[in-house]
């Protein structure tokens, strides 16, 4: 069975740095990119970027290039999203989700809420 | 970017009835169109991909259709469980990938 654990609720500073993180397992770690969801509080969803864990290759929407990195751990099967400077406009739930070239985001993570505020 | 516009922004309906909602791509996105369902509290969860190929495990009640720039979302006689936020996606040929804004499906 495919699972994707995320870490838990963070609250921090802004100006802070921030690492969450998506542990998968029950599949090839390889077999399936990662893609990061934002969904701001009473909003929609925003599609952040995605990674590919075979080679680690990273790509942004660019709303979120330059902001935030996606990184992953093929010996721990597990794929990161980390801010080196968070704004109170961080504050949201976010999303680890994965797909494959059939099908898109067809498992999901539970959610990491983030809160940024002084 | 491809700009996926959804309309209506609420629905408001009574259970039994069917639901039509519309998504309309700024470029042609092919058929490489998602929906999705979303619960307060819970993650977004695959309805539609392809335009029309059902999910693992979702109920007939759901279909899909379009291609190019138009997809409908069709929910076929809405249960109880049905109430919730629905999305479309499009990852057409090269990121980035988007979401349509959302419609509120809304018990009247």
């Known amino acids: 069975e495919v699972q994707l654990v995320q870490s838990g609720a963070e609250v921090k500073k802004p100006g802070e740095s921030l690492r969450i993180s998506c542990k998968s397992s029950?599949?090839?770690?390889?077999?399936?990119?990662i893609s990061w969801v934002r969904q701001m509080p009473g909003k929609g969803l925003e599609w952040m970027g995605r990674i590919d864990p075979s080679d680690s290759y990273a790509n942004y929407s660019p709303s979120f290039r330059g902001h935030v990195t996606i990184s992953n751990d093929k010996s721990i099967t597990t794929a990161y999203l980390q801010w080196s400077s968070l704004r109170p406009s961080d504050t949201a739930i976010y999303y680890c989700?994965?797909?494959?070239?059939?099908?898109?985001?067809?498992?999901w993570g539970q959610g990491t809420q983030v809160t940024v505020s002084s | 970017e491809i700009v996926l516009t959804q309309s209506p922004a609420t629905l408001s309906l009574s259970p039994g009835e069917r639901a039509t909602i519309s998504c309309r791509a700024s470029q042609t996105v092919y058929n490489y169109l998602a929906w999705f369902q979303q619960k307060p509290g819970q993650a977004p969860r695959l309805l539609i991909f392809?335009?029309?190929k059902r999910a693992t495990g979702i109920p007939a009640r759901f279909s899909g259709s379009g291609s190019g720039t138009d997809f409908t979302l069709t929910i076929g006689g809405l249960e109880p469980e049905d109430f919730a936020v629905y999305y479309c996606l499009q990852r057409s040929t090269r990121p980035p990938i988007t979401f349509g804004g959302g419609t509120k499906v809304e018990m009247k």
């Open positions: 029950g599949y090839d770690f390889t077999s399936r990119w």
């Open positions: 392809d335009a029309s």
């Open positions: 989700t994965t797909e494959t070239p059939v099908t898109p985001f067809d498992y």
